[in-house]
């Protein structure tokens, strides 16, 4: 895929993320709790005999142990490979036998999960999850196949400037914090990890404390009651982790030059952002879309592409944590032009820090968040991961119906007003890695 292809896919598919079910208003989201007191979303869906499963666990890789940066991310790679009497081997012939998809993966917040299954092999499918959650194996060669796995994954980030931009910008953003580090773990850490160490932080985390579920599919609310109850039942209940500690966002700008031998520096820009349950959330949606957040269509998209050619690729978007929000732009340019396109995109900044948005761009990017519902939503997993997602911003089922509306009421004055509240320079933190001309770190360490 060409630069200017990806980074087209990746603007779009930004946006697209904040997406509801196309008819959203007509989908029948019901809250259901099994027998044993598992509350869960479902959307019945017969049109394909599938059902597609969402779930996650509170504590994710901000809660990793001093000394075991890491643990959860492996752990979670590890489910799948051995549970119960099945080895990872067999434990995959039987997932490929039943047509079952199943997967975890970790973020700073939360364990997830999801499982995929044709609505004939259900049963199969929730058996494999069940024994994945309660007896999964960490036998040691899969300990060590996965050990190797991750740390060549790391020393490749290191050589790609991308991975070394982002991670740098989270290690300035957050230092002391558990955001700061990395979720995949350091190398000395890794290779401190025993199959022991792998099952007490399985022990922690897989709780039904904390556990949100949601599912899609061809499958009534009373059976999938008790095929929750057979595959999450064993769990404790047990206490979640406590939340990171709160964070204090930089009250300076600083700039952080990373050098490596590339003829094309990579930058990216991050601002303290917006949380996800403040008034002004779609104000903030709709400034990003104008400003770098809708593809071809965004401001600094004709800027620093159409009219000046300094990068094929230059977008913004927002990231919501538990405990953190950001702003975060970023562009590549050639190291002897890179500096030119950050002034560009700092300049656009202040364009709309001071101007705000046309009418015509408000009117646009509203039909655009409103209407272009289904691209993104083309699969009943697609639609699963939604509601969970929905399910961790703590919204209730009617925010679909509400969304719209939420859109349409947005006023210019709105996004001026959180514009100016968020694009502030002057606690910016610029991290950029290549070799560029008339870039600078600043202030000096």
């Known amino acids: 895929m060409s630069s200017a292809r990806r980074c087209l896919v990746l603007a779009v598919a930004a946006v697209l993320a904040w997406l509801p079910v196309a008819g959203a208003s007509a989908v029948d989201i019901k809250q259901v709790t099994t027998p044993l007191g598992i509350k869960f979303w479902l959307v019945e869906d017969k049109s394909a005999p599938v059902v597609a499963l969402s779930f996650s666990f509170a504590g994710g890789t901000a809660s990793d142990p001093t000394g075991q940066a890491g643990v959860t991310s492996l752990m979670a790679a590890l489910l799948t490979d051995g549970a119960g009497a099945l080895d990872a081997q067999a434990f995959l012939r039987r997932q490929e036998d039943a047509a079952v998809s199943l997967g975890f993966s970790a973020s700073l917040d939360r364990l997830s999960g999801t499982l995929r299954v044709l609505s004939a092999n259900r049963e199969q499918g929730f058996e494999l999850l069940r024994l994945a959650l309660t007896q999964p194996r960490f ?31 989270m290690k300035a953003l957050f230092a002391g914090h558990p955001y700061a580090a990395d ?22 985390l897989l709780l039904r404390s904390g556990l949100l579920v949601s599912a899609v599919g061809d499958i009534a609310e009373a059976e999938l009651a008790n095929l929750l109850d057979r595959a999450f039942g064993d769990l404790v209940i047990g206490t979640v982790p406590p939340l990171p500690p709160e964070w204090t966002p930089p009250t300076a700008p600083r700039t952080i030059v990373v ?35 809708g593809g071809q269509q965004s401001r600094l998209f004709n800027e620093v592409r159409e009219k000046r050619g300094l990068a094929y690729c230059v977008s913004s978007g927002l990231r919501t944590y538990k405990r953190a929000a950001l702003l975060v732009l970023s562009t590549a340019s050639a190291n002897e032009r890179v500096g030119e396109a950050i ?3 700092r300049a656009e900044m202040a364009r709309m820090r001071t101007d705000g948005v046309t009418a015509r761009e408000l009117a646009d990017a509203k039909t655009y968040l409103t209407g272009a519902l289904a691209l993104s939503l083309d699969s009943s997993g697609s639609i699963a991961g939604l509601l969970q997602s929905l399910q961790i911003d703590g919204l209730a089922p009617d925010h679909l119906t509400r969304r719209s509306a939420l859109i349409s009421a947005v006023t210019i004055e709105d996004v001026r007003l959180v514009a100016r ?19 600078v770190s600043e202030p000096k360490e």
């Open 343 to 345: 002034r560009i995109v």
């Open 421 to 439: 509240r968020l694009l502030r320079d002057e606690v910016m933190t610029t991290v950029v890695v290549g070799k560029p001309v008339g870039v």
């Open 183 to 204: 979720p995949e773990g350091t190398r000395e850490d890794l290779k401190t990890l025993t199959p022991d160490l792998l099952k007490r932080r399985a022990a922690v």
């Open 139 to 169: 036998d040691p060669e899969m300990v060590e196949q996965r050990r190797a796995q991750t740390i060549s994954q790391l020393n490749q980030a290191e050589q790609q400037p991308r991975s070394v931009a982002g991670r740098t910008l």
């Open 259 to 293: 050098e490596r031998a590339v003829p094309q520096s990579t930058a990216v820009m991050a601002l303290p952002g917006i949380d996800r349950d403040d008034p002004a959330w779609y104000a903030a949606v709709i400034m990003n879309h104008v400003l770098g957040g």
